[in-house]
């Protein structure tokens, strides 16, 4: 199983940015997939989840409105369109796959003026 997250960089509050998750080594249209988040001094954290079909299972109340999860299982790639960014949302971005336990490396986003 490999996760490669892209798309992280320093934006400025109010930018934009969209994550990508390659994923190779298994059949990744069978599997729910999840974006998670760490924070300098914090807890990783779920942002949102989503079916192997396509439906969004879970966003995060924080980026409600701001951010969205989707997938296209013909490329093998999750995303996630972050609109809107706060520096509040610079943490490393993880791709997880929950039932296989598989993490990618992270990518980093940084919000800051």
């Known amino acids: 199983v490999q996760l490669v997250e892209t798309g992280g960089d320093s934006v400025q509050p109010g930018g934009s940015l969209r994550l990508s998750c390659v994923a190779s080594?298994?059949?990744?249209?069978?599997?729910?997939m999840s974006w998670y988040r760490e924070a300098p001094g914090k807890k990783r954290e779920l942002v949102a989840s989503?079916?192997?079909?396509?439906?969004?299972?879970y966003l995060q109340d924080s980026v409600k409105g701001r951010f969205t999860v989707s997938r296209v299982n013909a490329k093998n790639t999750l995303y996630l369109q972050m609109n809107s960014l706060k520096p509040e949302d610079t943490a490393v971005y993880y791709c997880?796959?929950?039932?296989?336990?598989?993490w990618g490396q992270g990518t980093q986003v940084t919000v800051s003026s």
């Open positions: 080594g298994f059949t990744f249209s069978n599997y729910l």
């Open positions: 989503i079916g192997n079909a396509g439906a969004v299972l």
């Open positions: 997880y796959v929950p039932s296989l336990g598989s």
